[in-house]
């Protein structure tokens, strides 16, 4: 029989046993949380980035603590549950009974303990998540000015100012009508797949020095009903010898009140301008047009850009103004000659003309939208972010052009099972293979070697690109499938190439080739349509340290494009709604809409860019637009604007019958 004081000693005992397994279902153990301090541009928060990892240093040090209390209180519930045992049964002793109280207390005190770490981690928790919140909201916030200020940056790009510099005389007629017929079929046209476009109009017709009506000028109007009134109104009449006062034309053409951001010129003529320079023409002013420099004329145009662009386009309709244009390239001068020899080629390559227009504009107003985000706020002006310093070599490295041989981890996505898993952030885990036949913990390996060319071969709006060799095992490096190309970002600064951004770059690409896969087996790609490639990504980080602080010591590591094909490298479209209309291939526009209709308007792969080889599309450095603006990084510029990519889309699909 226990006695009372022993029962009541084993009730009590019992009752701490019994809670203590409460308190260790509930006890708090702390969630990683992701490094955002990179995110917020601005945040106005008390806690400073070193204050977080002070921070995030204290509960990690709160959770092994408890851990360890956790630890030796279940030991010591194991040896009391013993003891209980023996108590009921009547074999305890009294060593064994002495014990028990022993225990009693300390478990008293153990709880206490374990109860403190747990309201230290859970205030320590409710810090951090609110800071963390805070912090998210600042990136909101920021993305919301950022996208705003992209919407702009096209509204900007889309006001046009649009003026046509044309030959008057008898043999034009029929290009003359060609324009008037033809510009409200272009403002539409141009206007399907730039939304907010916002053109004006203004002609200058010019003829000759003998001709009474030398020229007749309408400036910028919105009006393009007005436009082609007046247009119509143009006589093709006059002109002495063959060559015409386009130096006069081009004076007035300065004249016009330009205004808009994107600025396109279109000279159009039969017969070049006046100087036996430019040609070998019978010509009544051999010198020139009296008073006026054509080529002074031309260079002022062209550097009429304003804060935007300006185009200057040759209509090209006879052989005549060749040797003209070869001699203003010989002077520098170069203008963009286009096919107007017929009526359909008019709209064709005006339409052309100001979609690319619009977006050179828009790429020198935004100046290339960041692919990573970086602390500037007043608590964290360190984080300013400072070009690398680079040249570009783009032939491959000679022996002595290569890096030391580096060990790296490489980081690679989990397997993309089916479009579901698209609505959540892609898990990844470091790449581990066995070395050797027998597959043992020993023989697991998680590093490869790296060496890469000391100058970057190429560059874009945000990254460099570099030859680079990658192998299991060193003494394999050189060998042809070794061969890699890295991107890393061409900036350098705190946070900037923080191992974050890195992965955001390698989920963009991985969901894009898993989206490819997807739709090559899709019927939305007809029999016709070339199929599609992402190349694979992955992340490749030296284990030493020491080019951390240059920004040279992380990179998307990827295939290398197929040398050989059937194109140059292009850009074939953007994250705005662009598409290069020189290169528009039905199989990549079907593309983009499959993978918005695929994953139920949640996100679009854009930007697509790469090679074409054998009937086959090769892509790399996609951009994924999603309803989240939060996920993928900068270039992400959210529902906005996969309206306007889906609109532009299906403009150019139905335009070409598609």
Same mark, same amino acid.
């Given at each position: 029989?226990? =006695?009372?004081?022993?029962?009541?000693?084993?009730?009590?005992?019992?009752?701490?046993?019994?809670?203590?397994?409460?308190?260790?279902?509930?006890?708090?153990?702390?969630?990683?949380?992701?490094?955002?301090?990179? +995110?917020?541009? $601005?945040?106005?928060?008390?806690?400073?980035?070193?204050?977080?990892?002070?921070?995030?240093?204290?509960?990690?040090?709160?959770?092994?603590?408890? *851990?360890?209390?956790?630890?030796?209180? $279940?030991?010591?519930?194991? +040896?009391?549950?013993?003891?209980?045992?023996?108590?009921?049964?009547? &074999?305890?002793?009294? &060593?064994?009974?002495?014990?028990?109280?022993?225990?009693?207390?300390?478990?008293?005190?153990?709880?206490?303990?374990?109860?403190?770490?747990?309201?230290? $981690?859970?205030?320590?928790?409710?810090?951090?998540?609110?800071?963390?919140?805070?912090?998210?909201?600042?990136?909101?916030?920021?993305?919301?000015?950022?996208?705003?200020?992209?919407?702009?940056?096209?509204?900007?790009?889309?006001?046009?100012?649009? /003026?046509?510099?044309?030959?008057?005389?008898?043999?034009? @007629?029929?290009?003359?009508?060609?324009?008037?017929?033809?510009?409200?079929?272009?403002?539409?046209?141009?206007?399907?797949?730039?939304?907010?476009?916002?053109?004006?109009? /203004?002609?200058?017709?010019?003829?000759?020095?003998?001709?009474?009506?030398?020229?007749?000028?309408?400036?910028?109007?919105?009006?393009?009903?007005?436009?082609?009134?007046?247009?119509?109104?143009?006589?093709?009449?006059?002109? @002495?010898?063959?060559?015409?006062?386009?130096?006069?034309?081009?004076?007035? /053409?300065?004249?016009?009140?330009?205004?808009? #951001? !994107?600025?396109?010129?279109?000279?159009?003529?039969?017969?070049?301008?006046?100087?036996?320079?430019?040609? =070998?023409?019978?010509?009544?002013?051999?010198?020139?047009?009296?008073?006026?420099?054509?080529?002074?004329?031309?260079?002022?145009?062209?550097?009429?850009?304003? +804060?935007?662009?300006?185009?200057?386009?040759?209509?090209?309709?006879?052989?005549?103004?060749?040797?003209?244009?070869?001699?203003?390239?010989?002077?520098?001068?170069?203008?963009?000659?286009?096919?107007?020899?017929? $009526?359909?080629?008019?709209?064709?390559?005006?339409?052309?003309? %100001?979609?690319?227009?619009?977006?050179?504009?828009?790429?020198?107003?935004?100046? @290339?939208?960041?692919?990573?985000?970086?602390?500037?706020?007043?608590?964290?002006?360190?984080?300013?972010?400072?070009?690398?310093?680079?040249?570009?070599?783009?032939?491959?490295?000679?022996?002595?052009?290569?890096?030391? %041989?580096?060990? %790296?981890?490489?980081?690679?996505?989990?397997?993309?099972? =089916?479009?579901?898993?698209?609505?959540?952030?892609?898990?990844?885990?470091?790449?581990?293979?066995?070395?050797?036949?027998?597959?043992?913990?020993? !023989?697991?390996? *998680?590093?490869?070697?790296?060496?890469?060319?000391?100058?970057?071969?190429?560059?874009?709006?945000?990254?460099?690109?570099?030859?680079?060799?990658?192998?299991?095992?060193?003494?394999?490096?050189?060998?042809?499938?070794?061969?890699?190309?890295?991107?890393?970002?061409?900036?350098?600064?705190?946070?900037?190439?923080?191992?974050?951004?890195?992965?955001?770059?390698?989920?963009?690409?991985?969901? #894009?080739?898993?989206?490819?896969?997807?739709?090559?087996?899709?019927?939305?790609?007809?029999?016709?349509? #070339?199929?599609?490639?992402?190349?694979?990504?992955?992340?490749?980080?030296?284990?030493?340290?020491?080019?951390?602080?240059?920004?040279?010591?992380?990179?998307?590591?990827? +295939?290398?494009?197929? *040398?050989? @094909?059937?194109?140059?490298?292009?850009?074939?479209?953007?994250? !705005?709604?662009?598409?290069?209309?020189?290169?528009?291939?039905?199989?990549?526009?079907?593309?983009?809409?499959?993978?918005?209709?695929?994953?139920?308007?949640?996100?679009?792969?854009?930007?697509?860019?790469?090679?074409?080889?054998?009937?086959?599309?090769?892509?790399?450095?996609?951009?994924?637009?999603?309803?989240?603006?939060?996920?993928?990084?900068?270039?992400?510029?959210?529902?906005?604007?996969?309206?306007?990519?889906?609109?532009?889309?299906?403009?150019?699909?139905?335009?070409?019958?598609?």
């Amino acid at each position: 029989m226990l =006695s009372k004081d022993n029962e009541t000693s084993l009730t009590m005992l019992s009752m701490e046993l019994s809670e203590f397994s409460v308190i260790e279902e509930d006890c708090y153990v702390l969630d990683e949380i992701e490094e955002v301090d990179d +995110e917020a541009e $601005e945040h106005d928060g008390e806690i400073g980035a070193s204050d977080m990892k002070m921070l995030k240093g204290e509960a990690s040090h709160a959770k092994q603590s408890t *851990s360890m209390l956790l630890a030796a209180l $279940e030991a010591d519930m194991s +040896e009391a549950q013993d003891l209980i045992n023996k108590l009921k049964n009547g &074999t305890a002793t009294a &060593t064994d009974k002495s014990r028990v109280l022993d225990l009693k207390k300390k478990i008293s005190k153990s709880r206490s303990a374990t109860e403190a770490g747990k309201v230290r $981690e859970d205030k320590l928790k409710t810090t951090i998540r609110a800071e963390e919140e805070s912090r998210r909201e600042a990136f909101r916030k920021i993305k919301i000015r950022q996208i705003k200020g992209m919407v702009n940056s096209v509204k900007k790009a889309e006001s046009v100012d649009l /003026a046509f510099i044309v030959d008057a005389t008898s043999s034009m @007629g029929p290009h003359i009508e060609a324009v008037k017929k033809n510009i409200i079929a272009i403002v539409t046209q141009v206007k399907g797949s730039n939304r907010s476009l916002s053109l004006r109009l /203004a002609f200058v017709a010019y003829r000759d020095l003998c001709d009474t009506n030398r020229f007749e000028v309408l400036d910028f109007v919105k009006d393009a009903g007005r436009f082609q009134t007046f247009v119509g109104g143009i006589r093709a009449s006059g002109g @002495g010898d063959t060559p015409e006062d386009m130096a006069g034309g081009i004076q007035h /053409a300065n004249a016009l009140s330009w205004r808009q #951001a !994107t600025r396109v010129a279109f000279i159009v003529a039969d017969c070049p301008c006046h100087g036996r320079e430019f040609h =070998s023409l019978g010509d009544d002013h051999p010198n020139g047009t009296p008073g006026i420099d054509i080529k002074k004329e031309l260079r002022a145009l062209i550097g009429n850009c304003g +804060e935007g662009t300006m185009s200057v386009q040759f209509g090209r309709i006879t052989a005549f103004c060749d040797s003209m244009i070869a001699r203003f390239v010989q002077d520098g001068i170069h203008l963009n000659v286009v096919d107007f020899s017929n $009526e359909l080629k008019v709209k064709t390559s005006v339409t052309s003309s %100001v979609r690319k227009s619009i977006f050179k504009t828009m790429s020198l107003a935004s100046g @290339g939208t960041k692919a990573v985000s970086f602390d500037e706020g007043p608590k964290r002006k360190s984080r300013k972010a400072a070009l690398k310093p680079y040249s570009i070599e783009p032939r491959l490295p000679k022996s002595d052009e290569w890096t030391p %041989v580096a060990s %790296v981890k490489v980081y690679q996505n989990k397997r993309i099972k =089916s479009i579901n898993d698209l609505q959540a952030p892609l898990s990844f885990g470091m790449l581990s293979y066995f070395d050797g036949k027998t597959k043992t913990d020993e !023989t697991k390996e *998680s590093k490869m070697f790296l060496r890469r060319a000391k100058a970057p071969f190429a560059e874009g709006g945000c990254r460099l690109a570099y030859h680079a060799e990658l192998a299991r095992k060193e003494k394999s490096l050189g060998a042809p499938k070794t061969k890699v190309v890295l991107k890393c970002f061409k900036h350098h600064g705190f946070g900037v190439n923080d191992r974050i951004q890195y992965l955001r770059q390698m989920e963009v690409s991985n969901i #894009a080739r898993f989206l490819a896969k997807e739709y090559n087996n899709s019927p939305f790609r007809p029999a016709h349509c #070339a199929r599609i490639q992402v190349l694979m990504s992955c992340v490749v980080e030296e284990e030493d340290d020491a080019n951390e602080k240059d920004g040279n010591r992380r990179f998307c590591a990827e +295939e290398v494009l197929p *040398s050989d @094909g059937d194109m140059d490298f292009t850009k074939f479209s953007n994250n !705005t709604g662009y598409w290069d209309t020189d290169n528009m291939d039905e199989t990549l526009l079907r593309f983009t809409k499959f993978t918005h209709e695929a994953t139920n308007s949640y996100l679009m792969v854009t930007d697509l860019q790469g090679v074409k080889k054998n009937g086959k599309f090769y892509l790399t450095d996609p951009v994924i637009l999603c309803r989240d603006i939060m996920r993928f990084g900068n270039t992400n510029l959210g529902e906005t604007f996969m309206i306007e990519c889906m609109g532009s889309t299906e403009h150019f699909m139905k335009e070409n019958g598609w």
